[in-house]
């Protein structure tokens, strides 16, 4: 299993509602917005490196709002 934070950046006034939308697609545990530089932070999880890439360029990239994600694995060291 790998698991990754995904950084999202929205568009002004959309955190709120990028988060909720995403919070809905399977694969991703927790969507929270926040602030800072990244409006919205996502906790996602899928079987290989390879499910996730398509998990946030298939799915959450599209969601209404979005303008910029930086995904991040988790590693064990």
Request: glycine letters at 10%.
């Amino acid at each position: 299993m790998v698991q990754a934070y995904i950084l999202i950046q929205t568009e002004v006034g959309k955190a709120a509602n990028v988060a909720s939308e995403i919070s809905g697609i399977p694969g991703v545990t927790q969507a929270e917005d926040v602030t800072g530089p990244y409006d919205v932070i996502v906790r996602a999880e899928a079987r290989n490196v390879d499910e996730l890439g398509k998990l946030v360029v298939a799915q959450i990239q599209g969601v209404e709002g979005i303008t910029r994600t930086l995904t991040c694995p988790i590693v064990h060291i």
